[in-house]
């Protein structure tokens, strides 16, 4: 159980179950917030309803905040809200930067900033326009086939090779190789 602040994302206490609202009264943990605050204070009951930042980490906004302000100096701050963007270019430079981070390459070459980093970006300026109305969805039609259709193909695989256990290989076997 987490002490420093024990209500799930539902805002319902961890030990006992009751809202955030009722807890400060009624709870027997006795620690974390609700142990020092007020339950005459209503901005904790209404705050604790609202979108929340704190779950988000600082070092991931900050750093996607660099990959934004890369973008700002390229291109213009805010450009994508005025001139709109199409989903195709902001899915390749997504899959682009996750696909070379999986490859192995952690930094982006031309802006020295880490490839998810740039594929977070990347979605972040995809999903503000489709917040903003500013997207020009030109994905294709939609497919008839879904990624969980290949779940049970995949769970047969791997049942009919239960027997074996080979070695997987990961980044630290290549460290040889060359960049």
């Known amino acids: 159980m987490n002490s420093v602040y024990p209500y799930n994302l539902h805002n319902d206490c961890v030990e006992c179950g009751i809202g955030y609202g009722?807890?400060?009264?009624s709870c027997s943990f006795g620690s974390g917030p609700a142990a020092?605050?007020?339950?005459?204070?209503?901005?904790?009951?209404?705050?604790?309803?609202?979108?929340?930042?704190?779950?988000?980490?600082?070092s991931v906004l900050l750093d996607v905040g660099l990959a934004m302000l890369e973008g700002a100096s390229k291109y213009g701050r805010h450009?994508?809200?005025?001139?709109?963007?199409?989903?195709?270019?902001?899915?390749?430079?997504a899959m682009g930067h996750v696909m070379d981070w999986?490859?192995?390459q952690?930094?982006?070459?031309?802006?020295?900033?880490?490839?998810?980093?740039?594929?977070?970006?990347?979605?972040?300026v995809l999903r503000?326009?489709?917040?903003?109305?500013?997207?020009?969805?030109?994905r294709p039609p939609r497919a008839r086939v879904h990624k969980s259709d290949f779940n049970a193909k995949a769970a047969a695989?791997?049942?009919?090779?239960?027997?074996?256990?080979?070695?997987h290989y990961t980044i630290t076997d290549g460290e040889e190789l060359p960049e």
Not at 130 to 138: E, H, S, V, Y
């Open 102 to 104: 999986w490859e192995g």
């Open 79 to 93: 450009n994508y809200r005025v001139a709109g963007v199409r989903s195709s270019v902001y899915y390749d430079a």
């Open 36 to 58: 020092n605050t007020k339950d005459t204070n209503p901005k904790d009951v209404i705050g604790a309803k609202k979108a929340k930042l704190s779950v988000v980490p600082s």
């Open 128 to 138: 503000d326009a489709m917040f903003q109305g500013k997207l020009t969805d030109d």
């Open 157 to 167: 695989i791997i049942d009919q090779h239960a027997d074996k256990a080979p070695r």
């Open 106 to 124: 952690d930094i982006d070459p031309d802006s020295g900033l880490s490839h998810v980093t740039k594929a977070i970006a990347s979605l972040v």
């Open 22 to 25: 009722a807890h400060l009264s």
